[in-house]
């Protein structure tokens, strides 16, 4: 009876099934360890201010110091030969002075931006959210093996996703089905409590964990980032700012351009109290400043950012925003959870957790039956 019924399913619904089965063995660890490290990333910033007392700092009414006496004070403390950017994280809390020009020894020093106080050095290869990233965008490997593994084994886990939308349809929404579909029967016994922790979690976590994984390729693949991008955009490629031959700044000769830069904002009136600023410095003869406002550390879509050539200080300008620009802004606001605030990001959390369990409990239905 149960051989007449499989054959009694449609060619579309066996392709199915064998495409989630195999790609699943396959690419379940990978999906485990990407999800559990991502669900660890989760609360990355919230945690920080929590655990770490060097994040925060008392204000006292002071202003903050400008950007060059930050970074001197990192490069005489530590020996660099030169920073990376400036990060101000508000009124409260330290400034962050980062340096990546070696690669083997990526480091930030946390700073009281009041007195340039060195509060704390970081390692990044022994910081833990470091690790957890490290692990979940390319598997603790070198980057050129993990990265692709890492990229395609989410496109394998979209499309199991998918799938498995296909195997979980009821045939018709009786009552039977409905209780079998959209409910887990707690007082059943183990295997098909499992089966329903499988099937009916995995269907009310579809949706977000297709965004997560589709917006988890943007940052894995080229090719589907400039596939969303020509696609959101109508048909454009990316464009990078031009330069603007009228807006150099003024340039006393006594001030470093960084200051140049940050008394810009101050004389704006930029709200810098209660916004992250980041002041990125030039890399390579061709790198040019940028500088960064942000109302929080976890998003990039309330992002506002200008750049400005590293000699004459001459702004850049940017081109007209289009579909593809704020696709891109929102993409990694819906891939951390934070495009909704804390609520989104408990919901992000979830999702990270039932998409680690998938792989296990799918292979709990499999095992017996292989």
Same mark, same amino acid.
């Given at each position: 009876m149960k051989v007449k019924t499989k054959k009694n399913r449609s060619l579309f619904y066996r392709i199915s099934a064998w495409l989630h089965?195999?790609?699943?063995?396959?690419?379940?660890? %990978?999906?485990?360890?990407?999800?559990?490290?991502g669900a660890a990333l989760v609360f990355e910033q919230e945690l920080r201010v929590l655990l770490d007392p060097y994040q925060?700092?008392?204000?006292?009414?002071?202003?903050?110091?400008p950007p060059s006496v930050l970074k001197h004070a990192a490069m005489k403390k530590y020996n660099l030969p030169a920073v990376s950017a400036v990060v101000y994280q508000g009124k409260n809390?330290?400034?962050?002075?980062?340096?990546y020009g070696d690669r083997s020894k990526y480091q930030l020093i946390y700073i009281d931006p009041y007195s340039a106080e060195i509060l704390h050095y970081q390692l990044l290869s022994k910081? !833990?959210?470091?690790?957890?990233?490290?692990?979940?965008y390319n598997l603790w490997l070198p980057r050129k093996f993990g990265k692709p593994i890492v990229a395609y084994s989410t496109l394998i886990f %979209?499309?199991?996703?998918?799938?498995?939308? %296909?195997?979980?349809?009821?045939?018709?929404?009786?009552?039977?089905?409905?209780?079998?579909? !959209?409910?887990?029967?707690?007082?059943?016994?183990?295997?098909?409590?499992?089966?329903?922790?499988?099937n009916v %979690?995995?269907?009310?976590?579809?949706?977000?964990?297709?965004?997560?994984?589709?917006?988890?390729?943007?940052?894995?693949?080229?090719? !589907?980032?400039?596939?969303?991008?020509?696609?959101?955009?109508?048909?454009?490629?990316?464009?990078?700012?031009?330069?603007?031959?009228?807006?150099?700044?003024?340039?006393?000769?006594i001030m470093?351009?960084?200051?140049?830069?940050?008394?810009?904002?101050?004389?704006?009136?930029?709200?810098?109290?209660?916004?992250?600023?980041?002041?990125?410095?030039? !890399?390579?003869?061709?790198?040019?400043?940028?500088?960064?406002?942000?109302?929080?550390?976890?998003?990039?879509?309330r992002d506002s950012s200008e750049s400005f050539e590293q000699v004459s200080l001459k702004k850049l300008e940017k081109p007209v925003e289009n579909g593809g620009d704020l696709l891109l802004g929102l993409n990694y606001d819906l891939h951390v959870g934070s495009v909704g605030g804390f609520t989104t990001k408990i919901i992000a959390?979830?999702?990270?957790?039932?998409?680690?369990?998938?792989?296990?409990?799918?292979f709990i239905i499999w095992w017996p039956k292989k």
């Open positions: 089965l195999w790609l699943g063995l396959v690419t379940g660890i %990978v999906v485990v360890i990407v999800s559990i490290t925060t700092v008392e204000a006292n009414n002071r202003n903050f110091l809390r330290s400034a962050v002075v980062p340096y910081d !833990f959210f470091r690790i957890m990233l490290e692990g979940h %979209v499309i199991t996703l998918v799938t498995g939308i %296909v195997l979980w349809w009821p045939k018709n929404l009786n009552k039977t089905n409905v209780q079998k579909s !959209f409910k887990i029967k707690w007082t059943a016994k183990w295997k098909r409590i499992n089966y329903d922790l499988h %979690v995995g269907f009310y976590s579809l949706l977000f964990a297709l965004i997560l994984g589709l917006t988890g390729m943007v940052y894995g693949m080229k090719w !589907f980032s400039d596939a969303m991008y020509w696609t959101a955009s109508g048909g454009k490629s990316f464009a990078y700012n031009k330069m603007a031959s009228d807006t150099t700044l003024v340039r006393s000769g470093e351009d960084e200051d140049v830069l940050f008394k810009q904002l101050v004389n704006k009136k930029a709200d810098l109290d209660n916004q992250f600023l980041t002041i990125g410095y030039p !890399f390579g003869k061709a790198g040019v400043w940028n500088i960064s406002l942000n109302p929080r550390a976890d998003s990039r879509m959390f979830l999702v990270c957790i039932i998409c680690a369990s998938l792989p296990v409990t799918g």
